[in-house]
Structures are given as structure tokens and as C-alpha cells.
T-cell receptor, first 115, second 114 residues
Framework: AQSVSQHNHHVILSEAASLELGCNYS??????LFWYVQYPGQHLQLLLK??????LVKGIKGFEAEFIKSKFSFNLRKPSVQWSDTAEYFC?????????????FGSGTRLQVQP | ETGVTQSPTHLIKTRGQQVTLRCSSQ?????VSWYQQALGQGPQFIFQ???????GRGNFPPRFSGLQFPNYSSELNVNALELDDSALYLC?????????????FGPGTRLTVT
């Protein structure tokens, strides 16, 4: 079975600080990887995704993530956070080996950016 | 293009009752998945429907059931509600299986069981 671990549960940063959120997954097959964001009072939105190819993927709002297959990791980064990045961030994975789209999510990281 | 919509927004039920939640998928999406998001946790997969058939199920008991209609909208039914069923229920739709692995989420239905 797949599982996803997000090690940082709550992160507090000042504006302009750099961000890195950890994500590790457990699955032996071929995976698709996602980062979703949930802003206060809003629904889950896709930040970025990795299916294949270049392991460094760029998403919306200046976010990027790097897939390191040997480490089963897909960490999210942003060089300079803004107050508007305050939100909950979820890493998720699904399998390319099955026809299902079911996502396995991590428990989330709450990011608080202080002005 | 209309996104994924869910109804109702909020719902309060009593333990032992039954509830039906509804979801309309994004235009052109024929696959619908349901997730339960308890407070402070990530969403957990309940089940998925593709062309009106269940196409996979997570670790949820049979009192969680669903339907998908010919227009690809979907319902989630929960019988014999328990206090632990209090959560945000999310619906997500996706394109035909061969095209994409992305899922697009609706705003959710907040269910409170008292």
C-alpha cells in the first residue's frame, strides 16, 4: 500500500524567507506526485505535479518541487514566501501501475507566513 | 467551464441517521472520487466511480456507499452515522482514464454528527 509522510506539521516563516517542505512516499512502483494547497476557506488546488521527465517541476505562484527517486522524496520549495502563501500544503501520490486515480495524501503542513 | 460543485455546504446530523451528499463533476470528466478529510488530517480516499461503476475503494466500511449517474454526477451515502464521521467530504473529478491522472476538487461538504 502507498503512504505519504510530511514531516513538518506546522511551519512559521517571515516574509521573504525561503521555504522547503518535506514529502516522502512509500510505494515500489511508478508514481505520479502532486502538491496541493488549501488556502483558508477555499478548496484544494493543484500547485504542481510530476508525471515523468525532468525531476524538477515548476508550479504556480513561484513554487517548485524536486523528485528524487532514490530517496522517494518530492520536496516543495519556494525561494521567497509571501504572506499570501499562508495555507495548508498537502503532498499526494497515485500509481501509474493501475487505472485508478485514487490519491494518497500526507497529513499536511500548515504554513504560517508572518508579515 | 464549470468546476466541481458539491451540495450541501454544511450539514448537521444525529448519530444513527443517514446522509446523502452530492457532487457534480467538471465538464468532460467521467471519473469521480470521494475523500474524507478529518480535522487536521489529509484527505482519505473513500471510493471512485468510473462510468457508473465503482472503480476502487479505500478502507471504509460498507455503510459508506455511492452512485454515479449517466451525467457523471455522483452521490455519497453514509448510513448509521457515527460521531467519527464528522469531517469535510471532498469530491474530485478527473478526465477519462487514458488522458490524465490529475484530480480537480470541489469545495467540500462539512458534516457534523452530534
Amino acid at each position: 500500500a502507498q503512504s505519504v509522510s510530511q514531516h513538518n506539521h506546522h511551519v512559521i516563516l517571515s516574509e521573504a524567507a525561503s521555504l522547503e517542505l518535506g514529502c516522502n512516499y512509500s510505494y515500489g512502483g511508478t508514481v505520479n506526485l502532486f502538491w496541493y494547497v488549501q488556502y483558508p476557506g477555499q478548496h484544494l488546488q493543484l500547485l504542481l505535479k510530476y508525471f515523468s521527465g525532468d525531476p524538477l517541476v515548476k508550479g504556480i505562484k513561484g513554487f517548485e518541487a524536486e523528485f528524487i527517486k532514490s530517496k522517494f522524496s518530492f520536496n516543495l520549495r519556494k525561494p521567497s514566501v509571501q504572506w499570501s502563501d499562508t495555507a495548508e500544503y498537502f503532498c499526494a501520490v497515485n500509481s501509474r501501475d493501475t487505472g485508478r486515480r485514487a490519491l494518497t495524501f500526507g497529513s499536511g503542513t500548515r504554513l504560517q507566513v508572518q508579515p | 467551464e464549470t468546476g466541481v460543485t458539491q451540495s450541501p455546504t454544511h450539514l448537521i446530523k444525529t448519530r444513527g441517521q443517514q446522509v446523502t451528499l452530492r457532487c457534480s463533476s467538471q465538464s468532460g470528466h467521467n471519473t469521480v472520487s470521494w475523500y474524507q478529510q478529518a480535522l487536521g488530517q489529509g484527505p482519505q480516499f473513500i471510493f471512485q466511480y468510473y462510468r457508473e461503476e465503482e472503480n476502487g475503494r479505500g478502507n471504509f466500511p460498507p455503510r459508506f456507499s455511492g452512485l454515479q449517474f449517466p451525467n457523471y454526477s455522483s452521490e455519497l451515502n453514509v448510513n448509521a452515522l457515527e460521531l467519527d464521521d464528522s469531517a469535510l467530504y471532498l469530491c474530485a473529478s478527473s478526465l477519462p482514464l487514458a488522458d490524465s491522472y490529475e484530480q480537480y476538487f470541489g469545495p467540500g461538504t462539512r458534516l457534523t454528527v452530534t
